[in-house]
């Protein structure tokens, strides 16, 4: 199972990059929230999105969400690292439906949750999704 010591510094630093970048493109004028997001897959490629807002305000897409499709529709399946960059001073977790997301795609992940100062802090969807509901649940 990876966990945060499994990625690099430098890897960290590569997706942490690529966060921020997305999240410069964020569309988020209603929260004025914007929210970058970027995943190291296991082929070692990473993926970004950012939220994409909307004025029927249920049909917004968090950044989590855009960058995991953007991953799926370049092939890939096995996110092995997430890095979220949001403006807050203490970092944000994924929300719960990116993070019943996230579990579609992988056992655990470890999460990086930044900001543009480049405050850290460390979790894992084990952490914040126990005990969850996930595709092995369901009859084959
Ligand atoms: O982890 C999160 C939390 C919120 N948002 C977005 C959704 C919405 O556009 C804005 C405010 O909730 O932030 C994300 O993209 N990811
Ligand atoms: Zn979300």
Same mark, same amino acid.
């Given at each position: 199972?990876?966990?945060?010591?499994?990625?690099?510094?430098?890897?960290?630093?590569? +997706?942490?990059?690529?966060? +921020?970048?997305?999240?410069? *493109?964020?569309?988020?004028?209603?929260?004025?929230?914007? #929210?970058?997001? $970027?995943?190291?897959?296991?082929?070692?490629?990473?993926?970004?999105?950012? @939220?994409?807002? *909307?004025?029927? *305000?249920? $049909?917004?897409?968090?950044?989590?969400?855009? $960058?995991? %499709? @953007?991953?799926?529709?370049?092939?890939?399946?096995?996110?092995? /690292?997430? $890095?979220?960059?949001? @403006?807050?001073? /203490?970092?944000?977790?994924?929300? %719960?439906?990116?993070?019943? #997301?996230?579990?579609?795609?992988?056992?655990?992940?470890?999460? +990086?949750?930044? @900001?543009?100062? %480049?405050?850290?802090?460390?979790?894992?969807?084990?952490?914040?999704?126990?005990?969850?509901? %996930?595709?092995?649940?369901?009859?084959?």
């Amino acid at each position: 199972m990876t966990n945060a010591t499994d990625i690099t510094d430098e890897q960290w630093q590569r +997706l942490y990059e690529a966060a +921020l970048a997305a999240q410069k *493109n964020a569309y988020a004028p209603y929260s004025k929230f914007p #929210v970058g997001a $970027a995943f190291l897959m296991d082929s070692g490629e990473v993926y970004a999105g950012c @939220n994409v807002e *909307n004025a029927s *305000n249920g $049909a917004t897409v968090c950044a989590e969400r855009t $960058a995991i %499709g @953007n991953a799926v529709a370049h092939g890939e399946r096995r996110p092995v /690292a997430l $890095a979220v960059v949001t @403006n807050l001073e /203490a970092p944000a977790a994924p929300c %719960g439906i990116c993070r019943q #997301v996230l579990a579609e795609f992988a056992d655990d992940l470890p999460i +990086l949750m930044s @900001n543009p100062e %480049g405050d850290r802090e460390f979790t894992t969807l084990d952490e914040l999704l126990p005990h969850r509901f %996930g595709p092995r649940d369901l009859p084959s």
